[in-house]
């Protein structure tokens, strides 16, 4: 017998996304592939290693580790991920590469660079690069981390939708990782968010506005969204191949065929320290609204996603400064009364709210959000790193450093 759907927040799938690039250069090396046939002995699109699992995600720069099944806890999770980041790493070695962190990588031109995973699975990734063309930044050049999250019936399934709504909009605010775009500063601080955002515009049921619709049992989910999304996508994809769930591009997105919702719109990060520390944060908030803690379910479920996008396109731009003037929304997080603040203020607030005071041994997750609450998001880190020089040199060096963050398991300060 199998075993019966996991309930809210019983486990954890987690998957983060890394580039490889050159060791010198640090330019993009599409050697994925060769990183996974050492492990599996063939070319193979994902490979069991240990307690994770190794796969590659559309283009040969880029490899994705996942929880080999949901994790129990987030708390092993930062040494687990480190310990395997250093054995790609030894694996790359070879190669005259290692691997990068961030959301995006900050001089890639995709239009010349990307190469498409050609091997198994490759029918997939062709017809999402005839239909979209892949060869662009929304799609060759954004890595991001994936937190799943189950639910066990469809009561569940409307509460966890619902926190998941609400937080949304201000997840830029604590992840935005990706200020640089071929090299420039475009004076927006989470550059795959906006990528992201359109780079399905050809058919825009498949992203809708980021922000899901307010539908909160499957039956009105897959009637709603998936049969629609199906639908658009027919004329031209006639032989079904993208017809799944994992279609939908929506910032959030239910999988019924596991029984969680996968939540995308986190940037990568410098270290995977700081990007469970991200998700224990997330985590906890989902949970604090899944409980009306602030406001009961009925009240959640009522936002539509015009409002909310305006407040998720603001965090797309100034992430932590980012100005949050809908008091009804600060309301459904306990502000009662507030008129306006910054996302980052509103994140210090939560933060206070849901994650214990710090006793003792520092948790896992103390440091790195410490670090975003006083120095900013890694995107702001980053620009503020590089003080104005934006020649290669400078840009090799801070992200160079970048990298090491990443091999050492460490968060990245601007000033150190």
Not at 158 to 186: D, F, N, Y
Not at 313 to 335: H, K, N
């Amino acid at each position: 017998m199998g075993r019966s759907p996991r309930r809210l927040f019983e486990g954890f799938g987690v998957e983060l996304e890394y580039m490889i690039v050159d060791r010198a250069t640090l330019a993009v090396k599409p050697v994925a592939d060769e990183v996974l046939r050492a492990v599996a002995g063939a070319y193979e699109s994902e490979v069991e290693v240990g307690a994770l699992r190794w796969s590659n995600e559309l283009v040969l720069h880029v490899i994705e580790l996942k929880t080999n099944g949901p994790a129990a806890s987030l708390e092993r999770l930062p040494d687990l991920f480190a310990a395997h980041v250093a054995r790609i790493n030894e694996l790359l070695a070879p190669h005259r590469a290692r691997l990068m962190p961030t959301g995006m990588h900050p001089w890639m031109d995709p239009l010349r660079e990307t190469r498409l995973w050609p091997h198994e699975y490759s029918p997939v990734y062709e017809t999402f690069n005839r239909i979209f063309s892949c060869r662009g930044h929304g799609w060759a050049n954004l890595q991001s981390i994936h937190l799943n999250l189950p639910f066990g019936d469809d009561a569940e399934f409307a509460r966890l939708h619902a926190a998941v709504r609400l937080v949304l909009p201000i997840l830029p605010a604590l992840a935005a990782s990706t200020p640089l775009v071929e090299g420039r500063l475009t004076g927006r601080l989470d550059n795959r968010l906006e990528a992201y955002r359109t780079n399905a515009r050809r058919i825009p049921s498949v992203t809708g506005r980021v922000i899901p619709e307010p539908v909160f049992s499957r039956a009105a989910y897959e009637t709603q969204i998936l049969r629609r999304m199906y639908d658009d996508i027919a004329p031209h994809d006639p032989e079904g191949i993208l017809q799944y769930e994992w279609l939908n591009a929506r910032g959030a997105i239910a999988r019924f065929d596991r029984q969680t919702i996968e939540i995308r719109v986190l940037d990568a990060q410098e270290s995977p320290r700081a990007e469970t520390a991200i998700l224990a944060a997330v985590v906890a908030v989902l949970r604090a609204l899944a409980d009306e803690r602030w406001a009961d379910l009925t009240a959640q479920t009522a936002w539509p996603v015009a409002p909310l996008e305006t407040i998720f396109r603001a965090a797309i731009q100034e992430a932590e400064r980012a100005r949050v003037s809908d008091p009804a929304y600060l309301a459904m997080f306990g502000l009662h009364g507030v008129r306006e603040c910054t996302a980052g203020a509103l994140w210090a607030h939560l933060l206070a709210e849901v994650l214990p005071p710090v006793e003792g041994a520092a948790p896992f997750w103390a440091e790195p959000l410490r670090t975003i609450l006083a120095e900013g998001t890694l995107a702001r880190r980053v620009v503020e790193a590089l003080g104005g020089d934006l020649s290669r040199a400078r840009l090799a060096a801070v992200y160079g450093e970048l990298c090491d963050c990443l091999s050492e398991n460490r968060v990245f300060h601007a000033r150190r």
